[in-house]
């Protein structure tokens, strides 16, 4: 029996901890991550095809969405039984959207962001992994493990209204320790702020509205156009009756309406700093974060468009500000859907 417990873990419970971290949020459910399982080892890259450049041109987000997806391996592998010990050595992301060198090519059709049209078969190269994450000794899982690795399959982004009750403080407490555990804080609007924040994410979204391309990208990855990534229609949520809270136009200016909570408990999440180290770092705190309030039977939703316009996050927090979430409680949200984990794999 101890023998047994010694052996690494095999391939296919890698691939399973690929397919929970697959799990993971990210910006327009755009999946932006690929794998290579190595025993006892995963190494995680960015997918350059799947950065969105108009609203994320430098790739911020997109490593925050592949921090979210290490941590869930992070997660799944010590769930399985193993210590675990990650290498992060993010680079910051390709500008382009198909090629890039230094690396085994991967071939395959890749999609235009902008147009969404499928291309010739052409060779796709991802640079040297962004973290490296090794199953180490087995260790049992602690109680904290157990309980988000079981809020993994029901952390779900909710983009519906939200009763208007007031988040318990006991709650919010853990959910700002989770923060702190990744290296990053979560500060709690109070009213002022709360009002403040959402006419800057609605100045946001409509600078966002009058870039170039902007309607052809959210396109790309929203509503009819979904397949295995992206936002499907029944996904997108209403538009807020009483224009307090920005809403993503998703489904399209002729979507449903209905009345949001007027004072939403609104949430940023901030780091020390601002290179491609902190924004993987702080896709980890999120999704401990979003993973605590799952556990905890919260709704959330990411309020993506005041971190997007540059102006506009720097007026949020004195530390630069990664990602503004809305908490409350709400309707049981649907699971978006996941690419096949062949499509994910080098």
């Not at 193993?82 to 992301?93: D, H, I, N, T």
């Not at 993973?291 to 919260?298: C, D, E, H, I, K």
């Amino acid at each position: 029996m101890e023998a047994t417990r010694l052996v690494p873990p095999s391939r296919q419970i890698l691939l399973d901890c690929v397919r929970a971290a697959a799990r993971a949020p990210s910006l327009h459910n755009s999946q932006p991550w690929l794998f290579r399982v190595d025993p006892p080892a995963i190494e995680v890259f960015a997918d350059p095809a799947r950065r969105l450049p108009v609203v994320d041109p430098v790739g911020r987000e997109q490593l925050i969405s592949v921090g979210a997806a290490v941590f869930t391996l992070r997660i799944a592998m010590r769930k399985a039984g193993y210590r675990v010990r990650v290498e992060l050595s993010p680079a910051q992301p390709d500008t382009s959207p198909i090629t890039r060198t230094g690396a085994s090519p991967v071939t395959g059709t890749v999609a235009s962001p902008i147009t969404g049209t499928v291309a010739s078969p052409i060779t796709r190269t991802v640079a040297s992994p962004i973290a490296r994450i090794v199953a180490d000794r087995p260790a049992h899982a602690d109680a904290v493990t157990e309980s988000l690795a079981a809020a993994i399959p029901h952390r779900h982004t909710n983009r519906w209204p939200f009763a208007q009750v007031a988040v318990p403080a006991d709650a919010i407490a853990q959910l700002q320790d989770a923060a702190r555990q990744e290296d990053a804080t979560l500060t709690v609007a109070d009213p002022t702020a709360r009002d403040a924040i959402l006419g800057l994410a609605r100045e946001a979204d409509r600078w966002l509205h009058e870039r170039p391309h902007y309607a052809e990208e959210i396109a790309r990855w929203t509503g009819r156009n979904a397949r295995h990534d992206g936002v499907p229609e029944w996904a997108a949520g209403p538009w807020d009756a009483l224009e307090v809270m920005p809403v993503r136009d998703f489904a399209g200016s002729g979507g449903p309406r209905e009345p949001f909570e007027p004072y939403p408990t609104i949430v940023v999440l901030a780091t020390d700093g601002d290179a491609p180290l902190d924004w993987l770092r702080a896709g980890q705190a999120l999704q401990r974060v979003l993973l605590t309030a799952t556990w905890l039977g919260l709704a959330t939703t990411p309020i993506s468009q005041p971190v997007e316009v540059p102006a506009v996050r720097a007026k949020l927090t004195r530390r630069p500000a990664q990602m503004v979430l809305r908490v409350g409680y709400g309707r049981v949200a649907g699971q978006t859907p996941r690419r096949p984990i062949s499509e994910m794999l080098l």
